[in-house]
């Protein structure tokens, strides 16, 4: 499975569709979550343009999810900080869930979005939680600035916790964020243990900057299958046989 988490400031431009071409072809994406498209949807003509099947738009339009011709995807929840998905295909082997996520710059707003991901049932099935959550989750992840919010901080440890989450790591720039002054982890990924049972090879790389102040997120999710090791059994009639101690002996 590989996707595409990006805050791509504007999707209008020839560069940036450019960018996301080149990506979508260079890792093969099943999916693409961008925020801040800052342009009106144009459904199929853009999803044609960028390679994909099909896409739709959150209730703000301020996120956008697009999938490929081997995924089935339905939309479950329409939130205004948050698309959540349930995609199937035959390529993997479970279907999962997956909310894309454009967090509200203001604490007090990024509550709704927190009590509304503590609502999303999932069971036991896969989940992957990724996009821009508009806050760090500890001081190391800001340089330059005042310090971070610990109120905010915690509003986010606690969902995170609430809702059986972890960080899914990366590698790359320990930065998604930038501006002159000021580098923040405002992006990142987070999934289940459901998740790491089904997909126990996940990866996450922070993208170079291009056309944007944040990095993309491309997730590549491999299943690694363990073969076991064979059983021996022993045959009771084996000890019937003329040679069976001298074979035992030998070895």
């Given at each position: 499975?590989?996707?595409?988490?990006w805050?791509?400031?504007?999707?209008?431009?020839?560069?940036?569709?450019?960018?996301?071409?080149?990506?979508?072809?260079?890792?093969?994406?099943?999916?693409?979550?961008?925020?801040?498209?800052?342009?009106?949807?144009?459904?199929?003509?853009?999803?044609?343009?960028?390679?994909?099947?099909?896409?739709?738009?959150?209730?703000?339009?301020?996120?956008?999810?697009?999938w490929?011709?081997?995924?089935?995807?339905?939309?479950?929840?329409d939130?205004?900080?948050?698309?959540?998905?349930?995609?199937?295909?035959?390529?993997?082997?479970?279907?999962?869930?997956?909310?894309?996520?454009?967090?509200?710059?203001?604490?007090?707003?990024?509550?709704?979005?927190?009590?509304?991901?503590?609502?999303?049932?999932?069971?036991?099935?896969?989940?992957?939680?990724?996009?821009?959550?508009?806050?760090?989750?500890?001081?190391?992840?800001?340089?330059?600035?005042?310090?971070p919010?610990?109120?905010?901080?915690?509003?986010?440890?606690?969902?995170?916790?609430?809702?059986?989450?972890?960080?899914?790591?990366?590698?790359?720039?320990?930065?998604?964020?930038?501006?002159?002054?000021?580098?923040?982890?405002?992006?990142?990924?987070?999934?289940?243990?459901?998740?790491?049972?089904?997909?126990?090879?996940?990866?996450?790389?922070?993208?170079?900057?291009?056309?944007?102040?944040?990095?993309?997120?491309?997730?590549?999710?491999?299943?690694?299958?363990?073969?076991?090791?064979?059983?021996?059994?022993?045959?009771?009639?084996?000890?019937?046989?003329?040679?069976?101690?001298?074979?035992v002996?030998?070895?």
């Open positions: 499975m590989k996707g595409l988490f805050n791509v400031r504007g999707i209008g431009n020839d560069p940036t569709q450019r960018v996301l071409n080149r990506v979508r072809k260079q890792h093969h994406l099943d999916f693409l979550a961008i925020m801040e498209p800052m342009i009106s949807l144009e459904g199929r003509f853009m999803a044609r343009r960028l390679g994909f099947k099909e896409v739709v738009s959150n209730c703000v339009n301020q996120i956008w999810f697009f490929g011709p081997e995924v089935q995807c339905r939309v479950l929840i939130h205004e900080q948050f698309l959540h998905l349930h995609l199937e295909s035959n390529k993997w082997p479970k279907p999962f869930f997956v909310t894309a996520i454009y967090a509200k710059c203001d604490m007090v707003e990024r509550r709704d979005l927190w009590a509304g991901l503590r609502l999303v049932s999932v069971g036991s099935s896969p989940w992957i939680v990724g996009g821009d959550f508009n806050t760090v989750l500890c001081p190391e992840e800001r340089s330059g600035g005042a310090a919010s610990g109120i905010a901080m915690s509003d986010f440890h606690d969902m995170i916790a609430d809702c059986a989450l972890t960080d899914a790591g990366y590698t790359g720039s320990p930065y998604t964020w930038y501006s002159r002054w000021l580098r923040q982890r405002l992006d990142r990924v987070l999934v289940t243990d459901s998740w790491m049972d089904v997909f126990s090879k996940t990866q996450v790389t922070h993208l170079e900057l291009s056309k944007s102040d944040h990095r993309g997120l491309l997730v590549v999710a491999e299943t690694i299958v363990t073969q076991k090791a064979s059983s021996f059994r022993f045959q009771h009639m084996w000890i019937t046989h003329p040679g069976f101690l001298e074979v002996r030998r070895n």
